[in-house]
């Protein structure tokens, strides 16, 4: 049927419409594609040529080094050594089997080693570096250089290691470093992404671990241009980090292998401090341990020998020991006696070898008793039973508030870790901790240094540098830091009267002095020189024994303080040997010869020592195994 002429305009004007319709659509199409283009070619084109870059430019981050330790004279004690080392990114590393096996056939890398790659490499970021081998050779890093190309992925590099040069001589002290691990992490706030390259180095123990943030420095960066199988054909760009800051010690490294010389063989620890600044000379720990096995990877044998030993050779004894204190605390019963205007410094006391409290016997060390004794005579001999008759004068908290006035019970301020604060009891602690009542007996038990009371080798030496001062002394460990000072605290003068440290000191004088003193014979003959002491022996069980019969374990602690010279006093040290027996038989005898090292700055001369004795300390002093340098001596520097 034929259509309408109407029906055929109609039906154009439809087609007009659509034809219209489609036609602008893929005009709109059109138009929008082309702006699409010109924004991403005109406007982002900087951009997406940067995109482009990254599959051919990388940045890597570069370890900084790190900082160094010193002594106080500028010795270096700890070093970073140069190092190569063979390291591969999973992200550019291609097949790792083959990479693996052509490493085995170059330098031998054993199957162990590739096992722990694989694991590493599973673990780690796609940039970040695996270790494959550490501390090669040069022949075998110069074998990996010369066959880059075969080995994508891998980057032969020179880096820094730790290296502790004194070895055990400051192993307690700066500790040392290791890799840094999952528990590391989950223990900072803020994780450096240094930490995210696996085995990065961190301090683990000691100084190296409590300034770790200091010692760290910062991280540079290096930006380098790889082809397309990963290997690096150039770097652009390098921005070297922040090394870490540069730390000086108070310890001098004569006297600090001179005191671990003298201890060795024992477990035993020894503490030596400058009385005028705090300066702690030396702190010395035995056995010790070489830190460098711990940073290259201690063996599991070489670790379990040191978990086993029955010395400890691990912990710090000097600051993380806790002993009683044993009779070198009798001055602080003294002095609480005597500033509570129980005693005066000539009244006497009778010591008939024992006292009756309660219907128990407490004994003097001498069972047939002293007889007549005033203060100074109570420490020339060490009486207990004057000191007994002290405490039930001055009570506890009286001598506790003078135990904490010498510095006992307190933590300091020192960049160690596991530092003991240990115990100057009172009533108070002995309800919140026992669940009982303070008794008369453990007044008598506190005023000899038995008891509940324990103290560290480094609170004894700062003890008798307050005595000796009567200033509140306050041990330092730190110099300075990238150069700059680090403050001196606490040498205003203690609120202890003067005339009543007087007395002390005189007792202390006498004991290593008088003829009739416990550590007479471990005086000093050199004019000038001479040190006022005091012995301690601290029991390690309630029975008393024969040392000689007992295990050495079960043997009492021999402890010995001091302070020299007499009229100037410059140095105050603590000796504490463990399971030693007697404080003037095994403890005493170290301290001279460490107080004779500290004033003469260089082994002591035998004039030092009584004539009789001289023949002995001649052999003690050549059988001792000390470096070179402190055989040669010097004098001491305050730099």
């Known amino acids: 049927m034929r259509r309408s002429p109407t029906d055929t305009a109609e039906s154009a004007r439809k087609i007009s419409r659509r034809a219209l319709f489609l036609g602008g659509s893929q005009l709109a199409f059109m138009g929008a594609l082309g702006l699409r283009m010109r924004y991403m070619q005109v406007d982002q084109a900087e951009e997406f040529r940067l995109l482009a870059d990254e599959n051919r430019l990388k940045i890597h981050l570069l370890p900084p080094a790190r900082g160094l330790i010193h002594d106080r004279s500028g010795t270096v004690i700890a070093e970073n050594e140069q190092t190569f080392r063979i390291v591969i990114r999973k992200e550019d590393a291609g097949e790792l089997d083959i990479v693996l096996a052509e490493l085995q056939r170059l330098i031998g ?328 009542e303070w008794v008369v007996g453990d007044s008598l038990n506190a005023s000899i240094g038995q008891g509940f009371v324990l103290t560290t080798p480094m609170q004894l030496a700062v003890m008798t540098a307050r005595l000796a001062t009567g200033r509140a002394v306050v041990p330092r460990l730190i110099k300075s830091i990238d150069g700059i000072e680090q403050p001196i605290f606490g040498n205003e003068p203690l609120d202890i009267n003067e005339n009543m440290l007087r007395s002390v000191r005189q007792g202390m004088y006498e004991v290593t002095n008088n003829s009739r003193g416990t550590a007479y014979a471990s005086r000093i003959s050199a004019d000038g020189m001479r040190m006022s002491g005091k012995t301690g022996t601290s029991q390690t069980r309630n029975v008393v024994v024969n040392n000689k019969n007992v295990p050495w374990e079960e043997r009492d602690h021999a402890l010995f303080v001091a302070f020299a010279p007499h009229d100037a006093p410059k140095y105050a040290l603590s000796v504490v040997i463990e399971h030693g027996g007697g404080g003037s038989s095994a403890a005493a005898p170290v301290a001279r010869d460490l107080m004779l090292f500290a004033q003469h700055g260089t082994v002591p001369p035998l004039s030092s020592y009584p004539q009789s004795q001289q023949g002995t300390i001649r052999e003690r002093l050549k059988n001792l195994t000390l470096r070179e340098d402190t055989l040669q001596g010097g004098e001491r520097t305050s730099a």
């Not at 695996?130 to 891998?154: H, K, M, Y």
């Not at 671990?209 to 690096?232: P, W």
């Not at 400058?274 to 300066?279: F, Y």
């Not at 506890?396 to 596991?418: F, H, S, T, V």
């Open 109 to 436: 890398l054993s199957q162990e080693d590739q096992d722990r790659v694989r694991k590493e490499l599973k673990d780690a970021g796609p940039s970040a570096p695996v270790t494959i081998l550490d501390r090669l050779t040069w022949e075998a890093f110069s074998a990996v250089a010369a066959n880059a190309p075969a080995l994508p992925g891998v980057s032969p590099e020179v880096g820094l290691s730790r290296n502790y040069p004194l070895k055990d001589d400051f192993a307690h002290l700066t500790g040392y470093v290791g890799p840094v691990s999952d528990y590391d992490l989950s223990r900072m706030d803020r994780i450096d992404p240094l930490m995210r390259i696996p085995k990065f180095p961190i301090g683990k123990s000691g100084i190296e671990n409590m300034l770790e943030d200091s010692l760290r420095g910062s991280a540079g960066t290096v930006r380098v241009e790889q082809n397309v199988h990963g290997r690096i054909i150039r770097e652009l760009e390098r921005k070297e980090g922040e090394p870490g800051s540069n730390v000086q010690m108070t310890i001098d490294h004569r006297l600090q292998n001179f005191v671990q010389a003298r201890l060795a063989g024992e477990s035993a620890s020894a503490v030596i401090i400058d009385v005028e600044t705090g300066d702690v000379l030396a702190a010395g720990s035995t056995p010790a341990f070489d830190p460098n096995l711990f940073v290259r990877g201690i063996s599991v044998a070489n670790y379990n020998a040191l978990l086993e030993n029955i010395y400890r050779p691990l912990p710090s004894k000097s600051v993380q020991g806790a002993y009683p204190p044993g009779s070198t605390f009798k001055m602080v019963t003294a002095l609480a006696a005597l500033e509570a205007g129980v005693v005066t410094p000539d009244e006497t006391v009778r010591c008939p070898g024992y006292v009756e409290v309660g219907g128990r016997r407490f004994h003097c060390w001498k069972r047939a008793g002293h007889g007549n004794v005033n203060l100074t005579g109570s420490l020339r001999h060490s009486c207990d039973v004057y000191y007994y008759e002290l405490a039930q004068r001055a009570g506890i908290e009286n001598i506790a508030a003078m135990g904490r006035k010498l510095g006992l019970g307190d933590r300091y301020d020192l960049p160690l870790p596991g530092l003991s604060s240990g115990l100057m009891p009172d009533k108070q602690w002995k309800r919140d901790n026992r669940g009982a």
